[in-house]
């Protein structure tokens, strides 16, 4: 079983490209982030005659985040368990597919905002936390997918690629994000390949993708028993590379 991320900062621009996508790579789910559009704008019929059915969480201009699938699931939650009914962010998608739970998030970037900004990273973090560890005290099979906007080591970001107050790199942040890891899940992309480069996303300023000047922000945490079944991670970088494309590229987790 292959299940894939994608933040693609905008889907009603970078439709084309999602199809040619689904067409090469045929995941059998794909998460999709920063869809930017509300349910009823997101083209769902392209993907249909795919043979992939489409559930949004919409947010008119903002966040948005879908789930793509070409297998039969269930939505189990639209929005992060834990956080008030009347919080609009539209930054979660969760379903049961193929005997285990997916989730899909947008994690916030905590930049913006000001410190109140920040903080509602922060929890939205923890509630994240707690949300891994109910699955793993109910011995759920699951994985916590997307644009976690955190690069949790210096070995995730190249040298200048941001500042060191940047709320992707605050302290708090990294400790919210192994936290999570820590509960016992793990970080799908470092188990095959522990260091080195592999990133997940380019600025569109100062030549960044010429430079290479990337961050890997796009993870895939998996629990215990998906992950003694992790057969491979695929960054596909060349889609960074295409005409219009998004800041972010595809990531891909195969499950055997």
């Known amino acids: 079983m292959r299940v894939a991320t994608w933040n693609v900062n905008s889907i009603r621009q970078r439709a084309p490209h999602v199809r040619d996508w689904l067409a090469r790579v045929q995941p059998d789910v794909l998460f999709l982030q920063e ?48 956080l008030p ?14 005997g285990m739970t997916l989730i899909g998030i947008y994690l916030p970037n905590g930049n913006s905002g000001g410190e109140a900004g920040y903080d509602y990273k922060i929890r939205w973090m923890h509630l994240l936390r707690d949300r891994a560890r109910a699955l793993l005290d ?20 190249a040298p200048g690629a941001l500042s060191p107050t940047d ?45 290479d000047s990337g961050l890997r922000i796009d993870h895939a945490l998996l629990s215990p028993g998906l992950a003694e079944r992790l057969g491979s991670v695929t960054i ?11 800041d972010h590229v595809p990531v891909a987790v195969e499950i055997k």
């Open 35 to 82: 869809i930017k559009c509300e349910a009823a704008q997101f083209p769902a019929f392209e993907f249909e005659a795919q043979g992939y059915r489409a559930e949004i969480v919409g947010q008119k201009a903002y966040n948005g985040v879908a789930a793509l699938a070409r297998i039969p699931f269930e939505v189990i939650h639209r929005r992060l368990p834990g």
């Open 167 to 211: 709320a992707l790199l605050r302290p708090p942040t990294r400790a919210a994000f192994r936290a999570t890891l820590w509960l016992g899940l793990t970080d799908a992309v470092r188990a095959l390949q522990p260091s080195g480069r592999a990133y997940t996303f380019w600025d569109y300023q100062a030549g960044a993708r010429q430079r």
């Open 138 to 157: 109910a011995e759920a099979d699951f994985a916590i997918l997307g644009d976690w906007n955190v690069c949790p080591t210096d070995e995730d970001y």
């Open 236 to 246: 596909d970088s060349n889609e960074r590379d295409r005409e219009q494309p998004s």
């Open 85 to 98: 009914e009347d919080d609009a962010q539209a930054r979660y998608i969760e379903i049961t597919a193929g």
